[in-house]
């Protein structure tokens, strides 16, 4: 696998999780300050701000990307730069026009989701907090192109140390800006709730600033690199665009297929539970869903992610060159290693809902239960974002778009008939068997393209398969004998818990992979001389 490729993806991924861990770890004070049925409002701004910010910024980084890799390949740095220069006041514009669109149509977003005098929101409060939300688009876009065109020459730093600058002062101008609001101001959580939502501005702000000194740091380099450029190509700005974005509608759809996913839930779930007399308790199950559980079950995907982005300049690079080894062999890598880490998250998460649940947020059946059934998509998630990647990466882009398309339309389809028939649970196989179907075509469309049929990963993946039964025995009973000594009781215990089965689960998965030699196979020769020393086959 290009060293390139096993680099960028484990800065990114490393980013990606920790901001994502972030990302979920805040919600446990934030939910406490502000309490349980007034945390609903909150996903009610970020499920319209994620879909809006996806259609202005989702495609640039990766679409940038991907077309300053193309060129520097070629030893043209002078192009990649000129769309550098002409991206940034088009990002502007986009961000002006993505923040009025939103902050306009924060009312009748409000009235599509409250659906019944039963419900615990008002249109008022719902379009108050989409519009203090929509203020981050203005400064978020133009990260994105500065991240595209660094990410493109190889620097993936700038991308996760900014991202996680910007979670980190959002998180703080939340928790700080909320506590103050209800406990030393001692006004309305829903207040707070408000000003929790404008710290995603702030935050922006702050990865703006990382991102500029990682452009003075990486400056000298770049002006060598652009001098001994012959001068930029002589297409012009409109072929240029037409270019990147004809990259960027694919990425586009990627990005916010799955805030669309929840925007469906949005605009369909309150009105299907009312049509069967549950809308008192909708707004709570829908923030469970579309907020709550959706944050811990996006962290397993936060490794197809890293790999995503990593993937798209490596997989051009190689296509650019028709090198089939070069594409082969990081296929197979990339297979393996997203799934040979994400399956064993998601079992985790599955048995042990409860307890990460009570501990993140409180005790509830409920939610525990949603928790369970919406874990196993995350691979799901994670396979479309990076079979999608890999069909960019080699110029398939209409398929993406057919494929995202048609995944999406079946949960159009679905999702309130299985809604009316199966509540909460509907929802979640709706989304399920949409991106499975999406997930399928672009597998068949790669294996077809680039005659890609690895016998190798497929045995791979059964010894993953054997491995995670075999981790999933071992957590199961470890927490059948945990709570047969005592049942969980507050936070703490539901911690302790978690830890310990985690410990298990890993020790056992880890034995597993290193002693079969699994691990070395897929990290490579570092792993190797470690786990020789260790004792372990190599």
Known sequence: ????????????????????????????????????????????????????????????????????????????????????????????????????????????IAKLVIRDDEQIFTIEEIKSVIRWVSYALLAVPLMSIVRGYLQGNQKFEPTSVSQLVEQIVRILV????????????????????????????????????????YWLKYKPEFTALYESSPPASSISFIDMYKEVIGYTIPFVLVGVINPLYQFVDMITFNDAMKSIGLSSVTDEILTMLNFLTHKVVMIPVMVATGFSMALIPVITSYYTRNDQKGLTRSLDQTFQIMLFLTIPMVIGLIVLSDEFYTFLYSKDAVGSAVLSAYAPVAILFGLFTVTAAILQGIDKHKWIVFTSLTGLLIKMILNIPLIKLFEVNGAIAATAIGYGVAVSIN?????????????????????????????????????????????????????????????????????????????????????TKITKKLGFGG
Not at 505 to 512: E, H, R
């Open 443 to 527: 597998l068949f469309v790669i294996s077809k393209v680039l005659n890609y049929h690895s016998k190798m990963v497929f045995r791979r993946l059964i010894l993953i398969g054997i491995f995670n039964v075999i981790m999933l025995i071992a957590v199961h009973f470890t927490l059948k004998g945990l709570l047969a000594i005592s049942p969980v009781g507050g936070k703490m215990q539901a911690l302790l818990y978690v830890l310990i089965c985690a410990f298990v689960g890993a020790a056992v998965y880890g034995a597993l992979a290193l002693k079969s030699g699994l691990a070395q196979k897929l990290f490579g020769d570092r792993l």
């Open 174 to 213: 939340v928790l700080v800006g909320a506590y103050f609001v209800v406990n030393v101001l001692d006004l309305s959580p829903r207040l707070a709730v408000n000003f929790a939502v404008f710290a995603a501005f702030i935050g922006a702000l702050a990865g703006l600033v990382v991102l500029y000194k």
């Open 1 to 108: 696998m290009s060293s390139n490729l096993v680099k960028g993806t484990a800065i990114l991924t490393i980013g990606l999780f920790l901001s994502k861990a972030l990302g979920l770890l805040y919600v446990i004070p934030f939910y406490a300050i502000v309490g349980k049925e007034n945390i609903g409002l909150y996903q009610y701004a970020y499920i319209p701000y994620n879909l809006a910010l996806a259609v202005a910024i989702s495609g640039a980084p990766l679409a940038i990307s991907k077309y300053v890799s193309k060129y520097n390949a070629m030893g043209d740095y002078a192009t990649g730069r000129k769309l550098m220069k002409s991206g940034m006041l088009v990002m502007t514009i986009t961000g002006i026009l993505s923040f009025l669109v939103l902050f306009f149509m924060a009312e009748p």
